[in-house]
């Protein structure tokens, strides 16, 4: 076999989806999930939707959870990307404001509510494993805490790291128990200040 045929063949998969392959396969994939659903989904439909074969699919993405986890991170970066957009107050005010507008975005979008669904539960540690995913995050969460922390009353006891788990452990919970304790916006949003914040103002002296 010479050498441009060899050539040809390792660049069958990134030339079959052009320069971006992996968004080429998102799009396809969040298409079909809206047509037909994630559960009535496979990777042979996400193929037939790009006119590629099913291992040009697997090439890029292991597995259908690995897929999801994919359309999942970037409507976490696009939620993210819109709640700073509309953050108002400064310091803890405004990382209250944040947890808020993040829990009740993720209540309206059902890609981020699989974190919460028993039937994805296989999801929830790939989410919190995630390098990309915890980059996100950090990069969201990380300047309103160093914020907080420096001039308006953020808890210094404790590493950054740590408070952003603690916001998500509480997010996770308010996204998947909000419902079943009769929780609506106002209430969700008094509990997040009352509650959460509070864990996380600085410890008098």
Not at 90 to 96: C, E, Q, T, W, Y
Not at 131 to 155: C, K, N, S, Y
Request: charged share 25%; net charge negative.
């Amino acid at each position: 076999m010479g050498d441009d045929e060899t050539g040809s063949r390792k660049r069958g998969p990134k030339s079959a989806l052009g320069t971006d392959p992996r968004t080429r396969i998102h799009d396809a994939a969040l298409a079909c999930f809206e047509k037909q659903g994630i559960r009535g989904t496979n990777m042979d439909d996400v193929a037939n939707a790009l006119g590629v074969s099913r291992p040009t699919v697997y090439y890029y993405f292991a597995s259908k959870d690995d897929l999801i986890l994919e359309v999942v991170a970037r409507q976490v970066q696009q939620l993210l990307d819109s709640t700073r957009r509309r953050l108002r107050g400064r310091g803890l005010d405004r990382v209250a404001h944040a947890a808020y507008l993040t829990v009740a975005e993720s209540l309206a979008n059902p890609y981020v509510r699989l974190l919460v669904d028993a039937e994805f539960a296989q999801l929830t540690p790939m989410f919190l494993e995630s390098e990309r995913v915890l980059a996100i995050l950090g990069e969201f969460w990380t300047p309103l805490l160093t914020d907080a922390q420096e001039h308006h009353g953020l808890r210094t006891d404790r590493p950054l790291d740590e408070l952003i788990q603690w916001i998500m452990f509480a997010q996770f919970a308010l996204v998947e128990n909000s419902a079943g304790f009769g929780l609506d916006d106002d209430r969700i949003r008094d509990w997040m200040s009352t509650y959460v914040i509070a864990a996380l103002r600085q410890p008098a002296d």
